[in-house]
């Protein structure tokens, strides 16, 4: 068992996808928690269940509850399946907050309320894991105001530097590109949606006179521009941080978050639900992570107990 304090520090959050309990024998229970938990169902929904029962042929209703069921979750994913976001410790693979959200969830919206769980717990946390999907602002910004470390892979989607072209310079707040000019100005400018982007100039002489220039700025003599979005500066540095040694050997230890949600699924039902609508499901995850839970606390203290037998053992 390694050092709880330094163990207790570093939570991992993921979101992992469980399957809803839709067969062609429920389609009312299901409509009906649409309703419930929706307020009404959506519009494009066809309300109007076939009439499975009157058909004798056990396939062709089969077919037809199939063909019903598919024709809905291209309408809403809601009902039909479900999110389970859960917060765990890495080395004792321990988890510390599960919550549950209808299948249109965005992973990570919850990323705050998970971390408020996980120190109701005594969790003093220190470092964060996540894979690409919590590489978002809002979230960085929550783990900067709890002085707590990111490590957290760069999206692509999120941060669009071709960091083989450009090089940033924090002291100096200048980007240079791959062939030395760099930039000698910057502004702030607002697309007509409203979205603020930031502007950087490079040298006009410098860009005019590059034998490189068709690359850049299409052969028309204008300096080169580096257009970024307002937090393209701290993903940078995240990148940059997302690239040493160091980062890489911690972000290892993210592996035992899926090797959870496969104990989870495999061996305790979590890739299916087996209720219906977002409280069964709830419970359900919530008995499987209590569940686990024990089975990985009998697991550390028997090792520990083997331990100390070992010592007492082997000791004069």
């Given at each position: 068992m390694s050092d709880?304090?330094?163990?207790?520090?570093?939570?991992?959050v993921d979101c992992t996808h469980t399957e809803a309990s839709a067969t062609k024998k429920v389609p009312e229970?299901?409509?009906?928690?649409?309703?419930?938990?929706?307020?009404?169902?959506p519009d494009g929904i066809d309300k109007e269940i076939p009439n499975y029962n009157g058909i004798e042929d056990h396939k062709?209703?089969?077919?037809?509850?199939?063909?019903?069921?598919?024709?809905?979750?291209?309408k809403t994913d809601s009902f039909y399946g479900y999110k389970v976001e859960f917060a765990m410790v890495p080395e004792e693979r321990?988890?510390?907050?599960?919550?549950?959200?209808?299948?249109?969830y965005v992973d990570g919206n919850d990323y705050e309320g998970l971390c408020t769980k996980a120190k109701e717990c005594g969790i003093n946390i220190k470092e964060a894991y996540g894979d690409k999907?919590?590489?978002?602002?809002?979230?960085?910004?929550?783990?900067?105001?709890?002085?707590?470390?990111?490590t957290i892979p760069v999206s692509e989607t999120v941060y669009r530097v071709e960091e083989s072209m450009y090089k940033y310079n924090k002291d100096?707040?200048?980007w240079f590109c791959e062939y030395g000019n760099y930039t000698v100005g910057?502004?702030?400018?607002t697309r007509k949606d409203g979205r603020q982007l930031l502007e950087y100039k490079f040298e006009k002489e410098a860009c005019k006179n590059c034998p490189n220039r068709k690359e850049c700025s299409s052969g028309t003599g204008i300096a080169n521009k580096l257009v970024l979005g307002l937090n393209a500066l701290e993903f940078y540095e995240c990148s940059q941080r997302?690239?040493?040694?160091?980062?890489?050997?911690?972000y290892k230890k993210r592996a035992s978050q899926e090797w959870k949600n496969g104990e989870m699924k495999r061996f305790h039902g979590m890739d299916r639900a087996r209720g219906y609508g977002l409280r069964s499901m709830r419970t359900q995850a919530k008995l499987t992570a209590l569940a686990v839970n024990l089975k990985r606390i009998a697991s550390l203290l028997s090792s520990y107990f083997d331990l100390i037998c070992y010592r007492l053992l082997a000791s004069p």
């Amino acid at each position: 068992m390694s050092d709880a304090a330094e163990t207790e520090n570093e939570p991992s959050v993921d979101c992992t996808h469980t399957e809803a309990s839709a067969t062609k024998k429920v389609p009312e229970r299901i409509m009906k928690n649409i309703e419930k938990e929706k307020g009404a169902i959506p519009d494009g929904i066809d309300k109007e269940i076939p009439n499975y029962n009157g058909i004798e042929d056990h396939k062709q209703a089969k077919e037809i509850m199939k063909n019903y069921l598919e024709k809905i979750k291209s309408k809403t994913d809601s009902f039909y399946g479900y999110k389970v976001e859960f917060a765990m410790v890495p080395e004792e693979r321990i988890i510390t907050s599960i919550n549950v959200h209808d299948g249109a969830y965005v992973d990570g919206n919850d990323y705050e309320g998970l971390c408020t769980k996980a120190k109701e717990c005594g969790i003093n946390i220190k470092e964060a894991y996540g894979d690409k999907a919590y590489f978002r602002k809002p979230i960085l910004d929550i783990l900067n105001n709890d002085q707590m470390e990111a490590t957290i892979p760069v999206s692509e989607t999120v941060y669009r530097v071709e960091e083989s072209m450009y090089k940033y310079n924090k002291d100096s707040d200048q980007w240079f590109c791959e062939y030395g000019n760099y930039t000698v100005g910057k502004k702030k400018k607002t697309r007509k949606d409203g979205r603020q982007l930031l502007e950087y100039k490079f040298e006009k002489e410098a860009c005019k006179n590059c034998p490189n220039r068709k690359e850049c700025s299409s052969g028309t003599g204008i300096a080169n521009k580096l257009v970024l979005g307002l937090n393209a500066l701290e993903f940078y540095e995240c990148s940059q941080r997302a690239k040493t040694t160091e980062f890489l050997e911690k972000y290892k230890k993210r592996a035992s978050q899926e090797w959870k949600n496969g104990e989870m699924k495999r061996f305790h039902g979590m890739d299916r639900a087996r209720g219906y609508g977002l409280r069964s499901m709830r419970t359900q995850a919530k008995l499987t992570a209590l569940a686990v839970n024990l089975k990985r606390i009998a697991s550390l203290l028997s090792s520990y107990f083997d331990l100390i037998c070992y010592r007492l053992l082997a000791s004069p």
